[in-house]
């Protein structure tokens, strides 16, 4: 792809094809449901593509281990095709962190965040960073997520990345504490950013809240309030998402 730099922008050739990462069909599903364009089966070495438009959407699996995989299979797949993709979006439904992020509400995570990689010490948690290994942190560009939220009024904030989903007050409490700035947590967002940092893309995360972090209340849970939200944002998000390589701000 070629690239130029003129008067604070950079300018691309094309804006290259969107790929959509999220955990399970249904959520896959909801995202496809938004857009106008008939969707195409592609199958890859390990996943199937459902291409709609200038976006492909794949489930990629639950967990940050099986999504990075996925991911890194549709992606390692497009630039060996010679057709790199020119973002990646980890996007489903999500926990939120009450009263923030509100059941229904969607959120755009400025920071995708493993929560819980690292180690338990007698003093309490170290992040593997501070075991001087590897990152637990994937910035999204700043001009797109706003861009994101401005289009769809979407509240923005870190997103947690966890294996094992909060179950308790305990936890929850825990987890505000060490990431004040958290608006949800969902289990994929950190393994679909490391696939794409590893192939020099740019990635965000778009996530819709289903449920409060805290106390497991299946009863609590509002999975279809969720997915419509999914749907109805990224009814708006798409355009944004397919422009955005074309004019994006140097940050």
């Known amino acids: 792809m070629d690239l130029q730099a003129r008067e604070g922008f950079l300018i691309t050739s094309s804006i290259g094809r969107v790929l959509v990462a999220t955990a399970v069909p249904v959520e896959r599903d909801a995202v496809a449901k938004a857009l106008a364009s008939p969707v195409t089966e592609i199958p890859l070495p390990g996943v199937t593509l459902h291409r709609t438009g200038a976006l492909d959407l794949v489930a990629a699996g639950v967990g940050p281990a099986l999504a990075a995989a996925s991911t890194a299979c549709a992606l390692t797949a497009a630039a060996l095709q010679g057709t790199p993709y020119g973002l990646v979006v980890s996007a489903g439904i999500a926990g939120g962190f009450a009263p923030k992020a509100p059941v229904g509400s969607l959120v755009v995570a400025d920071d995708i965040l493993a929560a819980d990689l690292g180690a338990?010490?007698?003093?309490?948690?170290?992040?593997?960073?501070?075991?001087?290994f590897g990152t637990v942190s994937h910035r999204p560009p700043a001009s797109l997520v706003r861009d994101l939220a401005a289009a769809t009024g979407a509240l923005t904030g870190a997103v947690l990345t966890v294996?094992?989903?909060?179950?308790?007050?305990?936890?929850?409490?825990?987890?505000?504490?060490?990431?004040?700035?958290?608006?949800?947590?969902?289990?994929?967002?950190?393994?679909?950013?490391?696939?794409?940092?590893?192939?020099?893309?740019?990635?965000?995360?778009?996530?819709?809240?289903?449920?409060?972090?805290?106390?497991?209340?299946?009863?609590?849970?509002?999975?279809?309030?969720?997915?419509?939200?999914?749907?109805?944002?990224?009814?708006?998000?798409?355009?944004?998402?397919?422009?955005?390589?074309?004019?994006?701000?140097?940050?």
Not at 202 to 220: L, Q
């Open 120 to 132: 338990e010490t007698p003093d309490g948690f170290l992040p593997v960073t501070e075991l001087g």
């Open 163 to 251: 294996s094992t989903v909060t179950g308790g007050a305990a936890r929850a409490a825990t987890l505000r504490a060490r990431h004040p700035r958290a608006l949800a947590e969902a289990m994929e967002g950190f393994g679909v950013a490391e696939a794409a940092t590893a192939h020099g893309t740019p990635v965000v995360e778009i996530r819709a809240v289903s449920n409060p972090v805290g106390p497991r209340d299946r009863a609590a849970w509002r999975i279809g309030e969720a997915l419509a939200a999914l749907t109805e944002g990224f009814g708006k998000l798409a355009p944004v998402l397919e422009s955005w390589n074309q004019h994006d701000r140097i940050q």
